[in-house]
C-alpha cells in the first residue's frame, strides 16, 4: 500500500471544528459549565476558526441527556442548543465557514426537519452540512414516545426513505412518496440555496453504513487516524464508490482529531499528558467502570484492580453511560479483567489503554509535515478537530500551524467559494448525477427521477 506524497500531490486538508459530546474540555478553564451553551462561546470559537480559514464547525447531537447510575451525569457535557438555531445566530456573524448539523432521521418529521435545513441553509447562502444519523436506540426513543420501533436492520432503508423525502423537496418539486415507512404528500415551502442542496455527511461504519455514504455522502466522519487503518478504510470506500459509478475526489473522509503543539516536541507532549490527566479525574476514571458494573464504586481504589464481584446486569443500555459495552457487560467485565491480568494493569491504567487514541502532538512545524502526507498520500481529506477548551481552543491552530500548512501548500490561503459545498471542492448534489440508481419502495420512486 503506497503512502507516497506523489498520490495526491496538490491536495489540500480541511478543517472543521468539531464539538462532540463527551468530557473533551479542560473543565477548569471555564468560569461555570454554563460556557457550554453560551452563544458568545459558539460565536469566539467559529470566528476564530473563520480566521483560519476553517471550512466548517461541526456539531455533534443527542437526543437525550446521557445518564450515570440513574441520573443525569454531570462528569461530561452531555447536551447542545438546537444545532439549526445555534447556526442561523452564527451565520449572522460570519461570512464563509460551513455549519454541518448532526440530525437523526429516526426520530424526527422528514417534511419538517428538511424545511429547516433549508431555511438555514437559505438564510446563510448556502453554507449548511447535514450529517445524517440513524438510530434503533429504545432509550432514546423514549423521549420521543417511540421506544425501539425501529429494528436495527430498517435503519438505513428508513434513512433511504427520508432523504428520498428531502432531496425531493430542495429540488423544488412535490412529494407524492409511498414507501415502507413513509406515506407523504408535500409542497416544498422554501426556495432553494445557492448550493441548492445541502452538503451530506455520513458517518456509519458497518458495510451498510459504508454502502449508504458510497452511494449518497459526500463527505464522511471516519474514525480511522492512524495512518495504515485510515489508507485501508480509503480503500475500502474508493472500491464502493467506484461500484456506483463515483471517484474518491467525489467524497471527503474527515476524521475526528486532537492537536497539541509545543515550542519543541517535548513541550508538546508534555501538554498533551496535562490535557488527559485534567481531563481524565479521578471521578471520570471511576465512573467508566461504574458503567459496565451498574453500581457505585466510589469507595474503590482505582489504582487497584477491578472489582472481583460481576456487573449486576447481564444487559445495559450503552447510550445511558460514557463507554460502549455493547450491552454486554459480563463479557465486557470478563474481557477487561483478562486484559488487565494480561498487561498487569490497575482500573487506571485499564481505562487509560482502552481510551488512548491517535493525536497529533508535536511542534508546528513536525505536526504540518504529518498532515500534509496525510492528506496527499489520501489517508484523509481533513480533520474534525476538537477544541482542548473552550472558547479559545482553536487559538494555537490558526495562530500557529495554519501558516506552517499554508507554507507547504497543504492549506488554502483563502476560501475558494462562498458555499460549503464549493469550499469542499465538491461537484453538484450527488442524486442529480447519478439518476438511474432507484430505491425500491411500493411508490416505486427514483431518488433522481424528474431532477
Known amino acids: 500500500m503506497t503512502t507516497s506524497d506523489d498520490q495526491?500531490?496538490?491536495a489540500r486538508l480541511h478543517l472543521n471544528g468539531f464539538f462532540p459530546f463527551g468530557?473533551?474540555?479542560?473543565?477548569?478553564?471555564a468560569e461555570s459549565p454554563e460556557i457550554y451553551y453560551q452563544f458568545e462561546s459558539f460565536a469566539q470559537l467559529a470566528r476564530t476558526a473563520e480566521r483560519g480559514l476553517f471550512t466548517a464547525i461541526f456539531l455533534g447531537d443527542s437526543q437525550r441527556l446521557r445518564e450515570h447510575l440513574g441520573r443525569i451525569t454531570d462528569t461530561v457535557v452531555t447536551g447542545r442548543p438546537d444545532q439549526l438555531v445555534l447556526?442561523?445566530?452564527?451565520?449572522?456573524?460570519?461570512?464563509?465557514?460551513?455549519?454541518?448539523?448532526?440530525?437523526?432521521?429516526t426520530y424526527s418529521d422528514p417534511v419538517d426537519l428538511t424545511r429547516r435545513i433549508a431555511t438555514v441553509d437559505l438564510?446563510?447562502?448556502?453554507?449548511?452540512?447535514?450529517?445524517?444519523v440513524t438510530t434503533d436506540n429504545a432509550w432514546t426513543g423514549e423521549n420521543f414516545r417511540k421506544?425501539?420501533?425501529?429494528?436495527?436492520?430498517?435503519?438505513?432503508?428508513?434513512?433511504?426513505?427520508y432523504l428520498t423525502i428531502a432531496q425531493r423537496l430542495w429540488d423544488q418539486q412535490p412529494v407524492d412518496f409511498h414507501g415502507d415507512f413513509y406515506d407523504v404528500v408535500a409542497q416544498p415551502s422554501v426556495p432553494q440555496s445557492p448550493q441548492v442542496h445541502?452538503?451530506?455527511f455520513q458517518a456509519g461504519e458497518s458495510d451498510e453504513g459504508r454502502d449508504f455514504a458510497a452511494r449518497h455522502a459526500e463527505a464522511v466522519f471516519s474514525r480511522y487516524l492512524a495512518l495504515e487503518p485510515a489508507l485501508e478504510f480509503a480503500g475500502d470506500l474508493t472500491r464502493r464508490l467506484h461500484a456506483y459509478g463515483r471517484g474518491r475526489d467525489e467524497i471527503k473522509?474527515?476524521?475526528?482529531?486532537?492537536?497539541?503543539?509545543?515550542d519543541t516536541t517535548a513541550e508538546a507532549h508534555d501538554k498533551a499528558r496535562w490535557f488527559y490527566e485534567n481531563t481524565w479525574t479521578d471521578r471520570r476514571i471511576i465512573a467508566v467502570i461504574e458503567s459496565v458494573w451498574g453500581r457505585d464504586l466510589s469507595d474503590h481504589d482505582i489504582d487497584g484492580p477491578l472489582p472481583a464481584f460481576d456487573p449486576v446486569k447481564a444487559d445495559q443500555t450503552t447510550t445511558h453511560g460514557v463507554v460502549n459495552s455493547r450491552d454486554r457487560p459480563l463479557h465486557t467485565a470478563r474481557q477487561w479483567r483478562e486484559l488487565a491480568q494480561e498487561r498487569g494493569l490497575s482500573i487506571r491504567g485499564l481505562v487509560a489503554h482502552l481510551n488512548k487514541t491517535v493525536e497529533f502532538v508535536g511542534t508546528p512545524d513536525s505536526v504540518a509535515d504529518e498532515l500534509t502526507h496525510y492528506v496527499r498520500c489520501g489517508a484523509i481529506d481533513g480533520l474534525n478537530l476538537t477544541p482542548n477548551s473552550v472558547p479559545g481552543g482553536f487559538d494555537d491552530v490558526v495562530n500557529r500551524l495554519v501558516p506552517e500548512l499554508q507554507n507547504r501548500g497543504s492549506y488554502p490561503d483563502a476560501y475558494p467559494g462562498s458555499t460549503l459545498r464549493e469550499n469542499l471542492g465538491l461537484q453538484a448534489p450527488v442524486a442529480h448525477r447519478l439518476p438511474d440508481l432507484n430505491i425500491h419502495t411500493k411508490g416505486q420512486y427514483s431518488i433522481g427521477a424528474g431532477i
Not at 253 to 262: D, E, K, N, V
Request: proline share 6%; hydrophobic share 40%.
Open 8 to 10: 495526491r500531490p496538490d
Open 23 to 29: 468530557p473533551n474540555y479542560v473543565w477548569d478553564e
Open 87 to 105: 447556526f442561523s445566530h452564527l451565520a449572522a456573524v460570519t461570512e464563509r465557514i460551513g455549519f454541518v448539523a448532526t440530525l437523526n432521521t
Open 123 to 132: 438564510l446563510s447562502e448556502g453554507r449548511v452540512g447535514w450529517n445524517l
Open 147 to 161: 421506544g425501539g420501533y425501529l429494528r436495527n436492520e430498517d435503519r438505513y432503508r428508513h434513512a433511504l426513505e
Open 198 to 200: 445541502p452538503v451530506l
Open 253 to 262: 473522509i474527515i476524521p475526528g482529531a486532537h492537536i497539541t503543539l509545543g
